[in-house]
C-alpha cells in the first residue's frame, strides 16, 4: 500500500507570477474610476460623515430683546454669548418684530426679558422669561429650547449657591410655525428635494446610456432632427413623469401626514419645476462622461444620494460643520430648494422672502443647462 505524500503542493513565487501581480497593478492605477473609488469614497464619505454627522447644534443665531436691561438679564445674556451653541443676533426691535426675523429664515432662537425681571426675581422671588423657537424643523427647535433653559436654569442654580430660598425663574416656551413639533414638517420637504434631484438625475443619465450601449444614439444622431432637439425630447417625459410625481408627494402629505401647505402652490409648482430641469441637466452632463448605465447609476447616486441627505440640511443642520463643508452646501441646489419649500408650505411665504434663494436656484439651473447643451458630445467617437 502506498503512502500519500504529507505535503500540500502550494503555488510559489516566481518571476511568472510576480509579473502579473505587478500587471495588475498596473491596471488598476491606470483606471482613474477604479483609484476614485477606492480612495476617493471612503475619504468624502468618512469627512462628511465625520463632520457632518452630529445633533449637537453649535452658532445658532438667537435674538434677545431684554425689556429690563438690568444686571440678572444681562448676566444671563452673557452666558449665551459665552455658548458655543448660540451666536447673538443685534436687532433693535421689539417682540412683535419678531416674527419677521423668522420668516427670513436667520433666526433660530428668541429670548424675551420683560420689565423689572431682575426686580421679580429677588423681591417677589419669581420671574419670568420667554423663549421662541422656529419650529419648522422641530428636532432643531427642541434642542435649542432645551440649550436655552439649561442656561438660564444654571444661572437660577447661582444665585441660589446651596441657599435654601423659593427663587424661580419661569421659562415660557413657545413654538411658532409647528406648535405640535411634527417630524413630518421637516421631513417632507426634505424628501421632496432628495426624491427630484436624485431620481431625475438619474433618469436622464440612464436614458441616454442606454441608448449608447444599444447603439440607437448614433442612429438618432444622424437623422435630420437636430441632436439637442433630441435630447432635450428625451428630457421632457421625465420633466413631466417628475411634476406628477410632486403631485402624489403633495396629495401623500397633506392627506395621510396632515402637512400643511400653507403657501402659494402655483409657486412652489414653479420652484419645482426649477429644481427638476436642474437635475435633468445634470443627467445629461453626467452621461456626456460615462459609456455604461453602471457607471453612469454609480456617479449619480455618489454625487447626489450623500451630498442632499447630509448637506442640504433637512437632516443634519448645516451651522454645524465646518466652514469648507457649509461652503461646499451653497452649490447644492437642493439646498435652495428646501429653504424655499419650507418657506412657502409650512411658513406661507411668498416670492418677496425666498427671492434670493428663487434667484440663486435659477442661475443654477440656467448655467447646468447651458452647460449640458454645449457639452453634449454629437458624434460617438
Known amino acids: 500500500m502506498k503512502q500519500t505524500n504529507s505535503h500540500i503542493r502550494i503555488p510559489y513565487l516566481n518571476s511568472q507570477f510576480i509579473a502579473f501581480i505587478r500587471k495588475e497593478f498596473y491596471h488598476v492605477f491606470r483606471d482613474k474610476k477604479t483609484l476614485l473609488l477606492l480612495f476617493g469614497v471612503p475619504i468624502v464619505q468618512i469627512l462628511l460623515f465625520g463632520f457632518a454627522l452630529t445633533n449637537e447644534i453649535k452658532n445658532a443665531n438667537v435674538i434677545i430683546i431684554d425689556y429690563a436691561k438690568d444686571n440678572s438679564s444681562q448676566n444671563i445674556t452673557d452666558r449665551f454669548t459665552a455658548s458655543q451653541q448660540f451666536k447673538i443676533k443685534t436687532a433693535d426691535i421689539s417682540h412683535t418684530e419678531i416674527e419677521n426675523e423668522f420668516k427670513k429664515g436667520d433666526v433660530k432662537l428668541a429670548l424675551i426679558f420683560p420689565l423689572n425681571f431682575e426686580q421679580d426675581l429677588f423681591h417677589q422671588n419669581h420671574a419670568q422669561v420667554q423663549i421662541i423657537a422656529d419650529a419648522s424643523d422641530p428636532n432643531t427647535a427642541t434642542t435649542l429650547t432645551f440649550y436655552a433653559s439649561r442656561i438660564i436654569m444654571d444661572y437660577q442654580m447661582d ?40 431620481i431625475c438625475t438619474l433618469m436622464t443619465s440612464v436614458s441616454i446610456v442606454k441608448e449608447k450601449e444599444n ?23 421625465y420633466l413631466i413623469l417628475s411634476l406628477i410625481n410632486l403631485t402624489v408627494i403633495l396629495l401623500l402629505s397633506v392627506l395621510l401626514l396632515n402637512m400643511p401647505i400653507n403657501g402659494s402652490i402655483p409657486l412652489l409648482y414653479f420652484e419645482s419645476t426649477m429644481l427638476i430641469i436642474t437635475a435633468l441637466s445634470l443627467g445629461l452632463l453626467i452621461s456626456n462622461v460615462t459609456n455604461s448605465q453602471q457607471t453612469a447609476m454609480l456617479i449619480s447616486l455618489m454625487a447626489m444620494l450623500l451630498p442632499t441627505m447630509i448637506l442640504t440640511g433637512f437632516l443634519f443642520p448645516i451651522e454645524n460643520m465646518p466652514w469648507p463643508l457649509q461652503v461646499v452646501s451653497n452649490i447644492l441646489p437642493s439646498k435652495w430648494y428646501y429653504i424655499i419649500v419650507k418657506a412657502i408650505m409650512i411658513k406661507g411665504l411668498g416670492i418677496a422672502i425666498v427671492w434670493k434663494e ?5 442661475a443654477m439651473m440656467m448655467m447646468l443647462l447651458f452647460t449640458s447643451i454645449k457639452k453634449f458630445k454629437t458624434r460617438l467617437a
Do not use: H
Open 358 to 362: 428663487t434667484l440663486i436656484l435659477f
Open 159 to 198: 444665585l441660589l449657591n446651596g441657599r435654601n430660598i423659593p427663587m424661580q425663574i419661569d421659562i415660557q416656551q413657545r413654538m411658532i410655525y409647528n406648535p405640535e413639533l411634527k417630524g413630518t414638517t421637516n421631513f417632507v420637504p426634505g424628501v421632496m428635494a432628495l426624491v427630484l434631484l436624485l
Open 215 to 237: 447603439g440607437t444614439m448614433e442612429i438618432l444622431l444622424v437623422s435630420p432632427f437636430n441632436p439637442v432637439m433630441v435630447v432635450i425630447a428625451k428630457a421632457i417625459p
